[in-house]
């Protein structure tokens, strides 16, 4: 599938099931003086996840335009020596505000990701993270979607602070946050890499493909958190890393939205397209 028909994809799915589709946000965010850049797809539905904003709908779909090139979601350092990092992507998300959440989250993406209508991927190349405590979102993908234990993996607190955690998602150092469920996909023993929570979690063969976030609270400046007026759901899946995961190509720089950014850098530049780090940060950015 084209970059362009699995977004169409996504927003098709997400408004048959009742959501309604939200136009991308400007990069400069409208409501938050915390943020340089968008950084993901609930930014502009911050106020909503407070109870500060009601809008007509309580579900909502999208396809944001983020930029991460610096605080707490920073990943430029990255950009050109991995297979997945990039400043400028692609996040493809779905909302509820007070509505639905943990059950029917994990399964609109359990079917989206895996159903012969939609994506069509292998069950047995997903792996799914939960927040260490969260035994609710552990049971639901075990006991009712059905993925296998060894395929399960509960994070804790890993980044050396409470709620620090790879499976406990916040905007930044205040605003809504909650525990987070994450799918993985895994491209094969031929690339190096081990699932997350291992050592060898930094590698490419375990690809984050999708991140769903359970919104319960609200951290304040003084590290507190406030329970939030109704729990919501936030997601966010790289178009740019599905992608790949479709086109059968392992690295992101191999899909079909850089393939031509690449080949004109290289032409502009009167170098070879030889899969040269400085090519790909010349294509992100």
Not at 93 to 119: H, V
Request: hydrophobic share 35%; aromatic share 12%.
């Amino acid at each position: 599938m084209k970059s362009a028909e699995i977004r169409e994809a996504f927003l098709g799915f997400f408004e048959e099931q009742g959501h309604t589709r939200v136009a991308s946000s400007s990069l400069i965010p409208g409501n938050d003086p915390t943020l340089l850049f968008t950084n993901a797809g609930m930014n502009q539905f911050k106020d909503c996840f407070l109870g500060q904003e009601k809008r007509a709908y309580t579900r909502a779909v999208t396809s944001q335009k983020c930029v991460r090139a610096g605080g707490k979601h920073n990943d430029l350092e990255n950009v050109g020596y991995t297979a997945r990092h990039h400043t400028f992507f692609e996040m493809l998300g779905n909302f509820s505000f007070g509505d639905y959440f943990k059950r029917d989250a994990i399964t609109y993406a359990w079917t989206f990701l895996t159903s012969e209508k939609w994506l069509n991927l292998p069950k047995e190349k997903l792996w799914v993270t939960v927040y260490a405590t969260d035994d609710e979102a552990y049971d639901i993908w075990t006991k009712e979607i059905g993925v296998p234990a060894e395929r399960m993996v509960r994070i804790g607190d890993n980044k050396g602070a409470p709620y620090a955690s790879d499976n406990f998602w916040t905007m930044g150092d205040t605003g809504p946050c909650g525990p987070c469920s994450e799918i993985f996909f895994d491209h094969g023993p031929e690339i190096w890499g081990g699932p997350p929570g291992s050592p060898e979690e930094d590698g490419d063969r375990y690809i984050e493909i999708w991140n769903n976030v359970f919104m319960q609270f609200n951290r304040t400046a003084d590290g507190v958190l406030h329970p939030l007026p109704a729990p919501s759901v936030d997601t966010g899946m790289g178009l740019e890393r599905v992608s790949a995961v479709l086109q059968h190509v392992h690295s992101n720089y191999e899909i079909d939205l850089f393939q031509s950014l690449l080949a004109a850098s290289a032409k502009a530049i009167g170098c070879s397209n030889d899969n040269q780090a400085s090519l790909k940060v010349v294509a992100d950015h």
